[in-house]
């Protein structure tokens, strides 16, 4: 195995220097650094990374909760952070939940007391809860892509999904559409909200029929749920789905009843992942900036504020219009 003393000789340089270069406490010159660099490269050194933890009392690793990796919008962000924290010469330590509360609990109880640098949390499904598991936490928690109410005392990177839903609203009313429907995930109500916002806006009340919940976020579960709501409200010109996969289903089932999307029946969907391409039709889709949210992340628990700093980024959505929506017949 190649040590440190190795790569020091070959590079002509004290173990100290050789030390300085791969930890990064003490600058040291660029001629040197270079000189260092490269007989690592050359022997193939490999820092052992559990003595420079003890020494530096970093561990260069950043722990990051996913509900689920199966889905595009988690997925991205999961890339994101890890292209992040490799710039910084960070490691990812990844979680999932799996939609599981005991699991989620399981997992903040040791990562609590684990040797990583900081944790982000990104989505608030089975975790809200569990949150004061981290109250006495060594390292800096960030939370992201939060849609539940905001708890205190954590910096909070997330995107304002009551506007994403005004978005879609705002667009359907300038095609003309009243007679709408929203088919919506359990945990997506601020979604559903600002779309009868916008409704509300102009002067249309949708009523509380009008926004059904797919108990299953599934194709399966938007599927049966899109298809008795356009059976109980055959009036209905547009629907809204919180999220792709239900805006795919209510896709299908339009055309089960024999309903041409976009002519008889406008859909736009929301997250604008490479799921809603399934339904053979490009989706108006409000497109949320998942990526520029994962960055800020990262951003905020490598660079902390201040003790007692309150900080609370809201990112904008937009609406990318695709071919899903025309107006109201």
Known sequence: MVTMQD????????????????TGRVAVRPA?????RAAIAELGYVPNLVAR??????????????PTVSVPFYADVVEEVEDALEERGYRLLLCTTRLDGERARRHLAALASRSVDALLIAGDQDLTGHLPLLADARFPVVLCAWEAALPDGFPVVTVDYE??????????????HERALVLAS????????????????DGVELPDDAVRTAAEPTFRGGFAVALDALRDRPETTAVF????????AAVE????????????LSVVAHDDTPAGLLSGTALTSVTLPKRAMARQAVDLALAPAAPGTAVSRLLLPTLTPGDSTAPAR
Do not use: Y
């Not at 790569?7 to 791969?22: C, D, I, L, P, W």
């Not at 089932?253 to 008889?264: I, T, Y």
């Open 7 to 22: 790569v020091a000789e070959r590079a002509g340089v004290t173990k100290q220097t050789v030390s300085n270069v791969v």
């Open 241 to 248: 789905a919180t999220h792709d996969v239900l805006a795919v």
């Open 53 to 66: 933890s003890l020494a530096t009392g970093s561990s260069r690793t950043v722990g990051l909760f996913v």
């Open 186 to 201: 359990p945990a997506h109500t601020v979604r559903a909200a600002g779309f009868r916002r916008a409704f509300r806006e």
């Open 253 to 264: 089932a339009a055309r089960s009843l024999g309903r041409a999307v976009p002519d008889d």
């Open 163 to 176: 506007h994403g839903g005004h978005l879609a609203g705002r667009h359907l009313r300038a095609l003309g």
């Open 32 to 36: 040197t650094e270079a000189r260092v």
